[in-house]
Each structure stands twice: as C-alpha cells, then as structure tokens.
C-alpha cells in the first residue's frame, strides 16, 4: 500500500494535533507545512519525523511535492479559499470545523466539492465526535430504531474560556475569522452530533448574548430551540462563560427509548425492545460515563477521522462526515444567529438557501 503525502494548512495547535493524528496512521506522511507565520510552521516541523518541509503558502507546498490530502486548520474565514485551492489541484481534502464563516461561501464550496467527488476527490470536515465509540454506538442505535421515533433532544455545552483565551489572537472573537462565538467555534460539535441524530432543522427560535468576556465581537452564550423536520423538538445550550467548565451532555429521547451522551461518553442506554440492554452492552467500559480519559484523547479523536478518510480515498466510499454535513451544521448555527438577530424563529431551509445572508449577528444582552 503506497503512502499517503499530507500537507497541512495552519502550524498553530491544531495544526500540530493533525500531525500528531497523521504520525499515529501508517498511510500517511505530513510532507509540508503552510503558515504566514514560518517560524511558527519551523517550529512544529523541527518536532516530526521525518521533518517535512515549510512553506508560506499552500500553492508553494502543492508545487514541492506530490500532495494527496491537504488538511486545513487555519482561523475559520480562511478554511473556504485554501479548500478550493485544494480541490483544484486534484488532493483529496480535510477541513477543519466550521467549513467557514460565511454560509454563502460554503454553499458554493459545497457545490464545488460535489463536482470533485465526480472526480475521485474525497472531501471532509472535521468532526471527529461522531467517530468516538459512545456516539457511534448511539448513532447505530437510533438507525436501528431501538429508540423508536425520536421525539426531542437536550443539548449543552457549559464550557469556560477565560478572557487570555480571546486576547491570545487577535481574530479570536471576531465574526470574519471566527464566524461566531460559543456556538460557531465550540458548540458546533455538538450541532453536528445533534443533526446525525435527529436529521434535517425546520425551524428555529434563539437568543444569543455577549455576558462575560470583554473586546470580542460574538457571542459567549446562546440558546436555541429547534423543531426537526421528523417533529422532534431539541433545546440547545452554549456558552464560554460557565466556570469552571462541565461537560458536555447530550440527552436523546424516542418512543421507545432514552440515551445520554455525557463528556463524550455513554451514560446511559435504555430501550422498551430489551429492557436488559444497558450502555455497557454497548461499548467497552472505557467509553462510559465516569472511566477515566487517555491524555491523548484529543489526538486519537481525530486519528479515528484520518481512518475514516484514507477507507474512502480507497475504497470510493463517501466520508463518514461529508461537505454537505458540514454545510447543514454551519447552516443550523447561522439560523441561531439570524434567529436572534431578528428576535423571531426562523426558517432553517430559507436561511440556509440564502435568504436571510444580509442578517448582521447581534449579541443582544451584552455587558458595558
């Protein structure tokens, strides 16, 4: 089997955990780092092995050596430019969550990533959760009806960023190179997840608010509520400004059963078809709630994406996370903001068709 040639996009910390990531899979090899900042992508290089090369700018790594994958983990309003410059060179293609800050933008990009897939060009956003065994065993259960029909969903993410965190760059918190705030860059996971489970948005109703970090444009809290096209209703919760931080905790409730994702871990399993079925029936005792976390976690997370990716590069399978997810989860964060921009629910499929793209975000309740 030959070797995969990666570059990637951005040697800041995600950057380097992508390397880690790609280290750890036989397949692949990071043959160059991109970044303004050479230093910065010297830096990260001086730590692999072998070392690849660096580059100022991804035209310059795509002309010095044979790419196959470009991953990009540049600041969110950058992730669009860099990913059509990667289809257009003929390399499959992993961008970092969200796919950009713009929703117009992606909804080109994702027409330009269809007419590559005609092409043999895998592409994919990065949302490792949905790879994590407790949510994979999740995910394979709802599909299996085991829940019955899924009637709602509780979603939060009670997480702390201090003001270091936003004053540590200065397009954190900015709504052109962050595309938002608590929601846009962290939240969307959880959006994500909470689409793989309950499908397509109809409708939603938000507010958002800027309650405890100072010189930031977007927002640390917001919640949503938002019926699904299926009749489930969900309530989703997302802030920065809860210390000392929580876990993450998805609640899932059908007809016919319940479950609970909590930290990334299966908390709890129940289902009227075999009452004696139990999350630990369904994933190692590891990923249960409570089990004490490897350190690596971060970097296996993503790991278990690269997996996934190098099976469909040989395979010709889709990925397990496609473009037009990451477009539906960009999507259904836009509705929050325009949602509560205009102080009304709104309609999913008009705000992600275009129809409100001349809404300007607005965190109503901030502080002075």
């Known amino acids: 089997m030959t070797q995969l040639n990666v570059a990637i996009v951005g040697s800041g910390i995600i950057g380097a955990n992508h390397a880690e990531a790609i280290a750890r899979h036989p397949r692949l090899t990071v043959a160059a780092l991109v970044d303004a900042r050479i230093e910065v992508a010297e830096a990260l290089a001086a730590k692999l ?28 309003g950058l992730h669009i430019a860099a990913a059509e410059q990667t289809l257009a060179a003929g390399a499959h293609l992993l961008v970092e969550k969200p796919l950009d800050t713009d929703l117009a933008k992606a909804r080109a990009f994702a027409k330009v990533a269809e007419a590559a ?64 705030g608590a929601l846009a860059n962290q939240g969307i996971h959880l959006v994500d997840q909470m689409l793989a ?53 998805l609640a899932l409730h059908g007809t016919e059963g319940s479950a609970v994702l909590h930290d990334d871990q299966l908390e709890s399993f129940h289902t009227a078809g075999d009452p004696g079925l139990g999350a630990a029936d369904l994933v190692p005792a590891a990923d249960l709630y409570g089990a004490a976390k490897a350190p690596d976690g971060f970097v296996t997370g993503h790991l278990r994406q690269y997996e996934d990716i190098v099976e469909a ?56």
Not at 64 to 76: E, G, N, Q, R, W
Not at 318 to 330: E, F, H, K, N, S
Not at 358 to 367: I, L, N, R, S, Y
């Open 49 to 76: 092995d072998p070392h690849p090369s660096v580059h100022l700018t991804l035209a310059e790594a795509l002309a010095a050596h044979d790419i196959d994958l470009v991953s990009i983990c540049t600041p969110s």
């Open 117 to 180: 897939a005609g092409r043999g060009l895998v592409a994919s956003v990065v949302s490792q959760h949905r790879f994590d065994p407790a949510t994979a065993a999740l995910l394979g259960a709802v599909r299996a009806g085991r829940l019955g029909r899924i009637t709602s969903a509780v979603v939060s993410m009670p997480w702390w960023r201090d003001q270091a965190y936003y004053d540590s760059a200065d397009w954190r918190g900015t709504w052109a190179f962050d595309g938002g």
């Open 197 to 249: 489970l309950l499908g397509r948005p109809a409708e939603v109703y938000a507010q958002t608010a800027l309650v405890c970090h100072e010189r930031i444009e977007v927002e640390d809290l917001a919640a949503a509520t938002i019926r699904f096209a299926s009749g489930a209703l969900a309530v989703l919760h997302a802030t920065t400004g809860a210390w000392p931080g929580l876990p993450v905790r």
């Open 313 to 368: 590069i040989e395979t010709g399978r889709d990925p397990g996370v496609r473009i037009q997810d990451g477009l539906l989860a960009l999507g259904l964060v836009r509705a929050v903001y325009v949602s509560a921009a205009l102080g009304r629910p709104v309609s999913f499929d008009e705000v992600l068709d275009g129809a409100h793209d001349d809404v300007q975000p607005d965190t109503k309740g901030a502080h002075q």
